[in-house]
């Protein structure tokens, strides 16, 4: 009896320690430096530190950097720029230099937890994608004789535009002139139990091509969703569209099982004439129901719940980065540290609501229930949404479950509709369901179906 028991305790602790069942998917920022006003890194790890994010990317070894983020929980991803990659793929010596001078120094008071190498190469305007793997493979080499190889890993950031075809995402497929270069580094990432990581950008899909890709759809709200004829699989988003792609993808080449990371993903508060689209409504948006999606482990339709670790592109407007006008508008917070627009990416329930936008009283109890102007069908639609990727769960208003009666779709509507909106902040961002939601702060006759939940800051 005593085995047993020892035997019981052992794999507890051992289901304790397993990453995939304990972890959960993180959503980190990207501490992008293109810019001449921005704050020193001792001020930034204090900013990051005070949006409670446990994770960020930088993309070289700034040494002011890895001192200031030292002592503060937070994980590092650190890159080695394209520039310096013929060094770190001829010569070993170039990349055991750099373990020794840039990393051994800060490492473990500073928590590097990954080292990417060269980032998104194919769309460098240097030539340097057969330099990406040997540099890899030396790096790592540099790393197992610093005994770290089994704590920090070498992968490399990749543009979707690695992808030859994308849709439906049945059918994604890696771009063939990349093969050179992209097999070798599968099979390096697949053998270091490395993950691969993608840069995930809906934004540029629906800018570039607004007619065939709605707003709605590059947002994360309630739409028509879109049907892979070959699956049957439903898509209500483009962010998980793009990603199944890049699955599929790496399925046809027997590599299922290796684990992807977005290394980048956001949205333009601010852009020029011919981007519409970049306002601080659609950014905040964007973030606040990427977030919900990522913290949920929603995963995507053909890997549903799938951890997949998401970094927000960017913490600062940067001032200096070249091209259209929202190139210099995608941070979460400007030079001097104050917001662009009000978004939790915590995870922690505070509300999600763009600048200047209808912020719902918290000083009293609230609702959010469908609205009676609202077409049949756009209820449905946004009803669908809730139940599916706004993840409600929808169980209590099936056919013989308590809150089935009234049978009819503005009452299921309201229930998956209040649900949304309690555990999202309470916030009108919430409560809008392509404007078929509305708020009320008079108790609804249903009341005994809606069960308002207390706001996290009030109780």
């Known amino acids: ?161 690695i992808l030859s075809r994308s849709f439906p995402p049945s059918a994604g497929a890696l771009d063939s002139k990349y093969a050179y270069f992209l097999s070798p580094l599968l099979q390096f990432l697949a053998q270091t139990q490395s993950p691969f990581m993608v840069n995930v950008y809906p934004y540029y899909a629906y800018r570039d091509n607004p007619r065939k890709v709605s707003l709605d759809y590059a947002l994360f709200r309630p739409n028509d969703g879109v049907i892979d004829p070959n699956t049957g699989l439903v898509y ?3 962010f998980d569209a793009q990603l199944d ?72 407007n940067e001032n200096r980065k070249p091209g259209l006008e929202s190139e210099r508008n995608w941070g979460l917070f400007y030079p001097d540290e104050t917001k662009v627009y009000n978004v939790d990416i915590s995870g922690t329930g505070l509300p999600y609501v763009a600048t200047g936008g ?15 102007s609202a077409k049949e069908s756009d209820l449905q639609k946004a009803l669908d949404w809730a139940c599916g990727s706004g993840n409600v769960d929808c169980s209590p208003i099936q056919p013989g479950q308590p809150c089935y009666e009234p049978d009819n779709l503005a009452s299921h509507a309201s229930y998956a509709f209040n649900n949304y909106y309690q555990k999202n902040g309470a916030s009108s961002v919430a409560c809008n369901f392509g404007g078929t939601g509305n708020i009320t702060t008079i108790n609804p006759k249903m009341a005994q179906r809606i069960q308002p939940v207390p706001h996290p800051h009030l109780v």
């Open 1 to 161: 009896m005593e085995k047993l028991l020892l035997l019981f305790w052992v794999l507890l602790l051992m289901l304790a320690q397993s990453p995939g069942l304990t972890r959960g998917s993180t959503v980190g920022v990207c501490y992008g430096r293109e810019g001449d006003d921005l704050p020193t890194p001792d001020k930034v790890a204090q900013l990051v530190k005070s949006i409670a994010v446990k994770n960020i990317i930088i993309y070289d070894s700034n040494v002011q950097v890895l001192q200031a983020f030292a002592h503060t929980g937070i994980e590092l991803i650190i890159g080695i720029p394209n520039s310096d990659l013929l060094g770190f793929s001829q010569y070993q010596s170039t990349a055991d230099t750099w373990v020794t001078n840039n990393l051994l120094p800060y490492y473990p008071a500073t928590m590097i937890k990954y080292v990417t190498v060269g980032a998104e190469v194919t769309e460098s305007t240097i030539n340097v994608t057969s330099l990406v793997v040997p540099a890899m493979r030396n790096v790592q080499t540099a790393l197992k004789k610093a005994g770290l190889d089994q704590k920090i890993k070498v992968s490399s950031t990749h543009a979707l535009s």
């Open 236 to 238: 209500t988003n483009m």
């Open 245 to 316: 792609a890049l699955f599929f993808a790496l399925e046809a080449l027997n590599f299922r099982s290796l684990r992807v990371m977005v290394t980048e993903t956001g949205w333009p508060s601010k852009g020029g004439s011919k981007e519409p689209a970049a306002t601080p409504d659609n950014a905040v948006t964007y973030i606040g129901n990427l977030v919900r999606h990522v913290i949920n482990n929603t995963g995507t339709p053909s890997r549903p719940g799938q951890e997949i670790d998401t970094y927000i592109f960017a913490v600062f």
């Open 358 to 372: 209808n912020l719902t009283s918290v000083d009293g109890t609230s609702w959010c229930v469908a609205s009676p």
